[in-house]
């Protein structure tokens, strides 16, 4: 294997390996449900708020549950659904959670 081909980008390689250690026995980290998580900046562009609204929602508790993972939180999208449905109002006058 030539030295390039060990060269990868190491956000997507198991944390318990350095990139600059990695020769045979570095393996890719790639599950479902990693690959299925969303950052914070897909998660404000769905409903059309700013990145500083989604941080906001977790700083207080107000968004969906989150996956710490480093610098940057991400979300399940099962819990994404069920933050979006408990938002589900019949009136303007009911009080937000």
Partial sequence: MAIADRQHDSANWAPDFDPGDCHVYCRPLNTPLLDSLVT???????????????????????????????RVPRYGPEAVDAWLLSQERASTSEEMR
């Fill in 40 to 70: 914070p900046d897909a998660l404000a562009e769905r409903p059309g708020v700013t990145r500083r609204t989604v941080d906001g929602w977790r700083i207080t508790g107000k968004g969906p549950k989150f996956i710490p993972l480093g």
